[in-house]
């Protein structure tokens, strides 16, 4: 079983304005972290450009915090072969071309689960299945049993 996370995930790690996600967040980050979670590369760039526009980092600032989540994760990619199989999802209507690229690169490279709170809660592509990350109290008990916290 292995485990990645969207980009909302990892800027909730850094945005304090809601603390219970922030909390929740923390400890997914660190059980991903924990796990040698792989992390996809169009995560790290999305995630760049939300703590920019979003959280007001200043942009080095911002492209420091990217490289510590590209050190703290080993990373994957999507090629012309996972971006096809996106461009057809996309076009089916299943998922936004973004989601889809991410998850198409994300199954490609092994991963069975992808921590999101963008996509459905169970939505499948292939073999990996959407995991909401956040729950009423925090962590969602399906995050918090698929990282065994």
Same mark, same amino acid.
């Given at each position: 079983?292995?485990?990645?996370?969207?980009?909302?995930? /990892?800027?909730?790690a850094?945005?304090?304005?809601?603390?219970?996600?922030?909390?929740?967040?923390?400890?997914?980050?660190?059980?991903?972290?924990?796990?040698?979670a792989?992390?996809?590369? !169009?995560?790290?760039?999305?995630?760049?450009?939300?703590?920019?526009?979003?959280?007001?980092?200043?942009?080095?600032?911002?492209? !420091?915090?990217?490289?510590?989540?590209?050190?703290?994760?080993?990373? /994957?990619?999507?090629? !012309? !072969?996972?971006? $096809?199989?996106?461009?057809? $999802?996309?076009?089916?209507?299943? /998922?936004?071309?973004?989601?889809?690229?991410?998850?198409?690169?994300?199954?490609?490279?092994?991963?069975?689960?992808?921590?999101?709170?963008?996509?459905?809660?169970?939505?499948?592509?292939?073999?990996?299945?959407?995991?909401?990350?956040?729950?009423?109290?925090?962590?969602?008990?399906?995050?918090?049993?698929?990282?065994?916290?």
């Amino acid at each position: 079983m292995i485990v990645t996370g969207d980009t909302n995930l /990892f800027v909730y790690a850094l945005d304090m304005r809601d603390a219970a996600k922030h909390a929740a967040a923390v400890t997914l980050v660190k059980a991903l972290q924990d796990d040698l979670a792989p992390v996809g590369l !169009q995560v790290v760039g999305e995630f760049y450009r939300a703590i920019v526009r979003r959280l007001a980092f200043v942009p080095w600032d911002a492209a !420091q915090a990217a490289r510590n989540l590209l050190t703290a994760h080993g990373s /994957f990619h999507a090629d !012309q !072969q996972t971006t $096809e199989r996106a461009l057809a $999802e996309a076009a089916a209507g299943r /998922f936004s071309f973004w989601d889809a690229n991410l998850l198409c690169a994300a199954e490609a490279a092994g991963c069975t689960h992808i921590l999101s709170e963008d996509m459905a809660d169970g939505a499948r592509l292939g073999r990996l299945e959407v995991v909401r990350p956040f729950g009423p109290s925090g962590v969602s008990d399906r995050a918090r049993t698929l990282l065994a916290l």
